[in-house]
T-cell receptor, first 114, second 109 residues
């Protein structure tokens, strides 16, 4: 298996632009997580899905952030409009029920908003 | 809010055992202790987990105290490639992992 796939790996955009981050979880995994990592705040859980349904989005910082999972093999995290403080590394992770100790993380998307 | 306390940084000589402590005094009976590590710029990677018994795998050993209020991750023969941030997490089975600040381990040649 190729593992969790994220795209793009790097994104540089200007303030006010829309940004879409993409994630393909490991095939068969039924949980998907979005995390954000900054030096100041560390690794924060933003939202997670189970069987494509959002379970907890309390970590989403504000309404500018939205996440969808239209099917079991694809999820997006959208920021509209983007701001410089959104600059961070965004990680996607997936997990299989019954094997709950191991979350598999993708390589991350490094977002820079200027 | 992380439920664990870890030292912010540690050094270890290459080839020696690295012992990383973690306090989790408020752990509940159904919560596991997980250890992950994050090598620079990569996503976190699972190392090991346990409930109350000591565990060992090809990467590390996990020693959990009898009262389960603390644990120690042991890397038996640290190499330069083990330089990373190590996270100790307590969580029940189907809840997401919440990461604290972890311990930055530097393995020195």
């Amino acid at each position: 298996d190729a593992g969790v796939i994220q795209s793009p790996r790097h994104e540089v955009t200007e303030m006010g632009q829309e940004v879409t981050l993409r994630c393909k979880p490991i095939s068969g995994h039924d949980y998907l997580f979005w995390y954000r990592q900054t030096m100041m705040r560390g690794l924060e859980l933003l939202i997670y899905f189970n069987n494509n349904v959002p379970i907890d989005d309390s970590g989403m910082p504000e309404d500018r952030f939205s996440a969808k999972m239209p099917n079991a093999s694809f999820s997006t995290l959208k920021i509209q409009p983007s701001e410089p403080r959104d600059s961070a590394v965004y990680f996607c992770a997936s997990r299989l029920t019954g094997n709950s100790y191991e979350q598999y993380f993708g390589p991350g998307t490094r977002l820079t908003v200027t | 809010d992380a439920k664990t306390t870890q030292p912010p940084s540690m050094d270890c000589a290459e080839g020696r055992a690295a012992n990383l402590p973690c306090n989790h005094s408020t752990i509940s009976g159904n919560e596991y202790v997980y250890w992950y590590r994050q090598i620079h710029s990569q996503g976190p990677q699972y190392i090991i987990h346990g409930l109350k018994n000591n565990e060992t795998n090809e990467m590390a050993s996990l020693i959990i105290t009898e009262d389960r209020k603390s644990s120690t991750l042991i890397l038996p023969h640290a190499t330069l490639r083990d330089t990373a941030v190590y996270y100790c997490i307590v969580s029940a089975g189907n809840t997401p992992l919440v990461f604290g600040k972890g311990t930055r381990l530097s393995v020195i040649a």
